[in-house]
């Protein structure tokens, strides 16, 4: 394993995957690449052995490269402070060779909103597989809505928004009795390996809720090319986004700027526009495409006071 002295690593671990990402000094990226899915929820289940199998596989990917000298790794389902989030840090910093204090776990959640806001000022919703609106007091208190998972809610995030989409195009299938036509149709289609029941469900269950949410790309190429039936599925999710936002100001007491971000953020203007008129007017409402990978090698340089 080769020393880097100016490398700093940021982690986005999820349910369908995990990224990572080295940067210099200067924050250029070095090298990235990814892995399969660890979370906290997979550390509870008999799945954790297998997560950290993962984990040290990737890390090992990462060491053939460099050595970082600070890691940030942004975690879904994490519990800050918890005994999940200690296996975590010292798995990773023995993989790397590293001191503990070096390696900072954290709910993925607060790595997104740090990077959007400073403690205290704004509301993040983030909807990447999920959705979830957040807010990060000065005194480190979290406020947050939704991010119940996909077998309650998540309503707005990627594996809702394949569904929805998918929802749409079977239903008009059954209506008619054969394969429904349109754009947004086609690409489902052409993304899952058929038109027929039997080679859409082998793929949907099969791949599970990654699969799904890996829809939202299609349904988003699909409403850039003016397809009626999934802009409505976006404008919904929109709505829902802007739902979260509302719930948490709402307990807060007070008006404050709203940020999108994570994957459903770059499905474009007809979820964007539809969240931001759902917001309560006056509302400032921006949209961040960094990706949360990005945000947490960017915390790790600010760690070592090299943020900028």
């Given amino acids: 394993m080769a020393d880097a002295p100016g490398a700093y690593l940021g982690l986005d671990a999820g349910g369908s995957s995990t990224r990572w990402l080295l940067v210099g000094e200067s924050g250029d990226e070095l090298a990235r690449g990814s892995g399969g899915p660890i979370s906290a929820i997979q550390l509870r289940t008999d799945e954790r052995e297998a997560a ?3 984990l040290a596989a990737l890390l090992a990917e990462v060491g053939s490269t460099a050595r970082p000298v600070r890691v ?58 999920g ?13 947050r809505a939704g991010g119940h998972g996909y077998l309650v809610d998540d309503a707005g995030g990627g594996f809702w928004i394949g569904r929805e989409a998918l929802k749409r195009v079977l239903r008009r299938a059954d209506e008619q009795g054969a394969p429904a036509g349109g754009t947004l149709a086609g690409g489902l289609y052409a993304a899952l390996g058929g038109s027929d029941w039997d080679a859409i469900r082998r793929a949907v ?32 999710a929109g709505a829902e986004l ?18 999108l971000a994570g994957g459903v953020a770059r499905c474009g203007a007809p979820l964007t526009s539809a969240m931001e008129e759902a917001l309560p007017s006056g509302t400032r409402f921006s949209v961040s495409t960094r990706e949360p990978v990005e945000a947490a090698a960017a915390l790790a340089r600010e760690q070592a006071g090299l943020s900028g």
Avoid: K, N, W
């Fill in 52 to 54: 950290l199998e993962r």
């Fill in 72 to 129: 940030v790794a942004g975690v879904t389902g994490l519990e800050p402070g918890s005994p999940d989030a200690l296996t975590l840090a010292m798995t990773a910093a023995q993989a790397l060779a590293l001191p503990e204090p070096a390696v900072r776990v954290m709910p993925d959640i607060h790595v997104a909103y740090l990077s959007a806001f400073a403690p205290g000022s704004g509301v993040l919703v983030y909807a990447g597989t």
């Fill in 131 to 143: 959705s979830i609106a957040f807010h990060l007091s000065a005194g480190g208190v979290g406020t």
């Fill in 205 to 236: 269950y099969a791949g599970g809720r990654a699969r799904v949410a890996a829809l939202t790309r299609v349904v988003a190429l699909a409403a850039a090319r003016g397809d009626d039936d999934a802009r409505a599925v976006l404008a919904a």
């Fill in 242 to 259: 802007a739902r979260l936002a509302r719930v948490v100001s709402g307990r807060l007491g007070v008006a404050l700027p709203v940020v």
